[in-house]
């Protein structure tokens, strides 16, 4: 993200606090910080992660609500936005919302606690059709209309209240046994489909990525965001092959290395695209903070300069 003293740098899921925290560092005593997220329990986190300092500023709302947040703060616009989208380890082993399928506790699925319905409401009050919809188009699952038929049936005996029991019910539904269940867990389209249905993932995705992070970035400013799932990636990359807005330096998203991917299991599915965000003279794309012209080029030069080839190291730091 070429990150150097005095940027102003958003990061729009601040989560735990680990991305922030080095981000601090690389932008010094006068730079800025802000840092965001919708869940409380994760911002409470970072606030005790980074402290109390005049360059952190911390909020918590949606990335969508950057501009309101920006304004509140008299900041007119911001160098570098950060956004990874995948769930933390901390919310994973919250058993009070149910993200883990192990989770006893009641099956919310909510990033804010306090914004619209679970996901314990949802399967309740959802038709059969509505639920195959979900599962069909939010989790990709080629057995949507059988678990849908399940979970109907499910919610007008005995409801679900938690992750638990929901994993039981698709392990039953679909006839698994123990030895099964050693590859990919069946629930996790499920639980992956309902908690995009419950906070509206991929509308604050969308409306994040297409609008408000391209107005709150400075002319040559630089957008870094990680997916976790093909619905997320395919917004991302639609977006920053716009040519008319954006220089897309990774034409291919890069991924975890083998090594990290041991280290930890769930960045296999990470993709990370960057993009910097041009400004337009008499037909020519211009990057007037690139720390080098040859990777300021006219976006239709570009797919030649980089094909076959891995992110500028300035850029991956």
């Known amino acids: 993200m070429d990150l150097r003293a005095g940027l102003i740098v958003a990061d729009g899921t601040v989560g735990a606090g680990g991305h922030s925290q080095m981000i601090a560092r690389r932008i010094g005593d006068t730079g800025t910080l802000i840092g965001i997220d919708r869940d409380p329990m994760m911002l409470q986190i970072a606030t005790n992660v980074l402290g109390q300092s005049r360059q952190v500023i911390l909020h918590q709302a949606s990335y969508v609500e950057l501009e309101n947040v920006l304004k509140t703060n008299n900041i007119s616009g911001v160098d570098r936005v950060l956004l990874d989208l995948g769930l933390s380890s901390d919310q994973l082993s919250d058993t009070s919302r149910g993200f883990s399928f192990q989770a006893v506790g009641p099956l919310d699925l909510r990033f804010d606690p306090r914004a619209g ?5 949802l399967l309740r009050t959802a038709t059969e059709s509505e639920l195959e919809r979900i599962l069909r188009e939010y989790g990709e699952d080629s057995a949507s209309h059988r678990i849908a038929k399940c979970l109907s049936s499910r919610a007008a005996t005995k409801p679900l209240e938690t992750a638990a029991e ?3 019910c698709i392990v039953e539904c679909l006839g698994m046994t123990k030895r099964d269940l050693r590859e990919k867990h069946p629930a996790t389209r499920v639980f992956q489909a309902l908690r995009i249905a419950v906070n509206n993932e991929l509308e604050h995705v969308a409306r994040g990525v297409e609008h408000v992070i391209h107005r709150i ?45 041991r280290v930890n299991p769930r960045s296999r599915s990470a993709k990370l695209r960057v993009a910097r965000k041009l400004i337009w003279t008499e037909g020519i794309g211009i990057c007037p903070m690139a720390v080098d012209e040859s990777v300021c080029l006219p976006p239709w030069e570009l797919p030649w300069l980089w094909r076959g080839r891995n992110l500028p190291h300035d850029a991956r730091n």
């Open 117 to 121: 319905q679970s996901a314990k409401s």
């Open 166 to 168: 929901l994993s039981e």
């Open 217 to 261: 970035l400075n002319p040559g400013g630089i957008a870094a965001v990680i997916t976790f799932h093909s619905l997320e990636d395919r917004i991302v990359k639609q977006e920053f092959r716009r040519t008319n807005s954006w220089q897309n330096l990774t034409p291919r998203p890069i991924v975890a290395t083998h090594q990290e991917q």
